[in-house]
């Protein structure tokens, strides 16, 4: 049997293990010792363990009656905003109750508290400071959506940014709009820059045409217009976007032109119509994704009648038959009768556009 240890010599083996040894007498190598660890911990730790055994006194557990006083020094070690209210310790899974400065008592177990954890109110707060983006991120997802950031700073995910798409477009939403799929449309009410994307519209779009009103408010408003020709009229600007003959000046012209022949016209004119040579047409025309014929009638030569922008189609002459207007008129009425179940219309709209079909019965003409 080993001979009884002096107190100083149990003492000594502590300081030797890193403890600072709170005990005032020594009965046995059984007896619990009041340790303090180096971070300040309570632990009791006997000396056989000490001496013969690495094991290290736990400073939190319910076989330390210290562990409510060591997690008040931990959470202050660990820079804790919150305090320990619970005054009882059962387990590490048992949950504690704990007061934050700001957001009062929270309940967590000690296991949770040791991860890391903090109020929970506290830590939405910060999720949200987390989600406070930095510039370049929020660049970033416009970038992605292509479109092109116009704004240098930021502040929050609901603040309004300015933006351009890849026409030059502009606009202005939030991140969190732009998240959720809200983007806002060039010619809008809530587009700050309608009436500057209309003007950029109308020079990629409708050269021809100016707009010549000051100010948008909505697409279903009228506005004024100016033709190339200089005729002014007003129409709402989804009429003028989505129609097909703009200027009703220009438009009456085309009419009594070279487009807009009808029996009436051909009644009423009859005897000076009988004398005016034009031809009767048929051609194929094309582009990359269409295909159709058309039949008209011109008083010119067929390459003046569609020459330039008149025509946006390539074509191929098929037929023509020299004959009077008179004439010419209730030939092209019946062809365009006889292929009424074919017709098609273009994409582009141009003059004459309505006598356009997807085949026909004939590609030549008869001469009744
Ligand atoms: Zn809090
Ligand atoms: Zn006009």
Known sequence: MAKKLSLEEVKELAI??????????????????????????KVLGCYDKMAHRNAKPSAFGNGNPYTIENIKLWLKRNNKPFKLISTEYKNNSEKLTLSCPIH????????VVQRGSNCPKCAIGKLKKDRKLKIEDVKSEFIKRGFKPLFDKYN????????????GYKYQTSVCNLRYGKE?????????????????????????YKFTSKEFIGTHEKYNFECHKGH??????????HGEQRCPICA??????????????AERNKKEWLKLKVKVYIIECWNYEEHFYKIGITRNLLKKRFSGEIMPYDYKILDTVNTNLYDAIYLEKELHEK????????????????????????KELEVP
């Open 252 to 265: 009456r012209k085309l009419k009594h032109g070279d487009g807009g022949y009808n029996t009436t016209k």
């Open 16 to 41: 030797s293990k890193g403890y600072k040894p709170l005990f005032k007498d020594y009965k046995n190598n059984k007896q619990k010792l009041l340790l303090e660890t180096k971070e300040g911990y």
């Open 156 to 167: 929050n995910n609901k603040e309004v940014l300015k933006y351009k798409d890849r026409k």
């Open 339 to 362: 292929n009424r179940k074919f017709q098609y219309k273009p994409k582009i709209w141009f003059r004459g556009h309505t006598e356009c079909f997807s085949k026909l019965y004939n």
């Open 104 to 111: 009062g008592e929270f309940r967590m177990s000690w296991t």
């Open 184 to 208: 806002q449309h060039k010619f809008s009410p809530n587009n700050p820059y309608s009436y500057e994307n209309i003007l950029l519209w109308f020079s990629k779009n409708q050269p021809n």
């Open 232 to 241: 002014r009229f007003n129409m709402t600007l989804k009429d003028f976007i």
